[in-house]
């Protein structure tokens, strides 16, 4: 069952983006206070409800995670190109299969972190 904040009279906005410690330690205190935790809630950037700390991750894990994928995908593609016959070349498969795995992994990369940059805004919570 998905949680989704209901739109009601009474909304406050607690704190914006980058303040997740804050904004936690008002829900706490506001949950301490007596009020119901179904009244309580904190909300991310596109309105959905975030229970956890945003995450910090670099642009470097990024792009390991994109990487790495990016290299399996590369080398399946070359070994299949030079097998099938669509590149015809003195190259040995596996030296092609290799080529591809590295460029894969560059390509994978560099839309990872594209996708990072992106998503900057997303990651962090508003109230």
Known sequence: MT???????AQRLLGDA????AVQKMRERLLSAGLPAERVIIVDRDHSPVDHPPEQRSSTQAA???AVPGLLVG???GWL???TGVVISDV????????AALLGAALGAVIAVMGYGLR??????AS
Do not use: F, H, K, S
Not at 3 to 9: A, D, E, K, Q
Not at 18 to 21: I, K
Not at 120 to 125: C, D, E, H, M, Y
């Open 120 to 125: 900057a805004v997303r990651r962090r919570p």
């Open 75 to 77: 080398a399946v593609v």
């Open 92 to 99: 040995p498969v596996g030296w092609l299969t290799v080529a």
């Open 3 to 9: 949680l989704r904040p209901r739109v009601g009279v």
């Open 18 to 21: 980058g303040q997740y410690p």
């Open 64 to 66: 390991a995670r994109g």
């Open 81 to 83: 190109l030079r097998v």
